[in-house]
């Protein structure tokens, strides 16, 4: 249980009142984590124990630390007994840096997103924000993980490969020099734990067992002694941590040892220009006017895939799917269209090509199916020449998350001499083409969409949306790189980020109406 202070009592005393400066931000700060109901807490401290400082009076100051670009729990616990706005909000309490974290990291792992989510009500209450257009974008933040132990999945394949050859040869050895019967049974034994191009190793400790108890009756059979003691010290621990490997891996193509939940991705901020990988974490999120409605962490470098899982996590947050969805070109697929279609969301997003079939180059390219004629009641295309192409079969394309993509193959009857050809295919025989009739169909929408007038403003806005906010994060408060490790902890950072943000903008906000109403 906690100390149930008053408000009055978490504030310092009135004669100390006129010695804080003029800081609108520690009073937003303040006034934001009060307007909290107390039972909201009530899930970080089980009961039992000593009596704790008060859950609000340590959220206040973490949520202003991070305001302040101070992250580390030592900083801010120093904060807290020099720093004046930091006493303020602590009430002359000093909680020292092992409570900071211990509440940051492990209390409020089950509370911050409700946390998150009744700041985000307040603002909405107050029309900072209408919860109704909705901006996504991505960018990866590095992890606090050592750059130079990193798990390839392709390595940890290929090496795991080369691993059951030696086992099977190992086998193959042990069963050519078996000559008496009972000694072949037992090496029958073992070919039919060793069949298959693949053995795991539960198998191959059941076959280890086996030679184990076969050298126990020839304990000077030292071939026999040299293979078990191989496979039992080399074979089998490195075949263990392969498939260790493999299930941190899970679909990835990489990990870090210092930190097995990140993955190794390309970073923009990449002063030395060549390309280097670093394990980081692909953070998601949603804003409007600039505020953080949603936010969500992944494993994946790519933001295509990100897109319906943070959709998720939006819903969990606002209970509800927003109406609209502002995305870049990273969102566009016909995977994405489609989910977007099916959760009636209008889809503001732009595909890969969007910009480029705006080119004269484009345009005038006659190799381009976009430039063709599709005629849908005779299911056939007539490219530039006036040649038709007509329907030959249909091919079926899965993605790693499940979804089918159906192609429609076409192809041309008559493309000898005919004088278009060398710009338009670079194969000897007549034009074959595949077509998702269904991907055409959505970039026809957001085409329609993007054009319109409403759709172009959002587009355009969308560019100084949850770019701003990268860039507050990154640049302006220099958060480039997590403090800790593994999922779970690096999303409650994300948290108290988000939430020092909001509340942050809201004080310039605050600022900006009274001076328009000064003026």
Known sequence: MYIQYTMDQLCLPMDLEEDIPENHLVRVVNAAVNRLDNAIFDAAYPGGGRDSYHPKMLTKVIIYAYTQRIYSSRQIAKAVRENIPFMWLAGRQRPDFRTLNRFRSQRMRKVLETVFTAVLQFLADEKYVSLEHYFVDGTKIEANANRYTFVWSKAVSKHKAKLQDKVQALFADIEAAEEQEEQENQGKDLAELSTGSQMDSEKLEQAVQKLEAQLAEKPKDKPLKKTVGKLRKDLLPRLQKYEQYQKLLGDRNSFSKTDPEATFMRMKEDHMRNGQLKPGYNLQIGTENQFILTYSLHQRPGDTRCLEPHLAKTKQFLGKLPKTVIADAGYGSEEN?????????????????Y?????????????????????????????????????????????ESGYEIKKRHYQSQSCGGCPLKENCTKGSGNREIAVSLERLRYQKQAKEILRSEEGYLLAVRRMTEPESVFGQLKNNRGF?????????????EVGWLSLAHNLLKQAANDQKRKGAILQ
């Not at 269209?337 to 732009?350: D, F, G, M, T």
């Not at 480039?480 to 409650?492: A, D, I, Q």
């Open 337 to 353: 269209y489609a989910y977007l279609e099916k959760s009636e969301i209008q889809a503001v997003v732009k595909y890969s090509t």
């Open 355 to 399: 910009h480029k079939e705006k080119s004269k180059a484009w345009k005038a390219d006659v190799g381009k199916i976009e430039n063709w004629t599709y005629d849908g009641s005779e299911d056939r295309w007539t490219c530039l020449a006036g040649h038709p192409l007509y329907f030959q079969r249909e091919s079926k394309e899965t993605t």
């Open 480 to 492: 480039r790189r997590f403090l800790l490790r593994g999922m779970e902890k690096v999303t409650l």
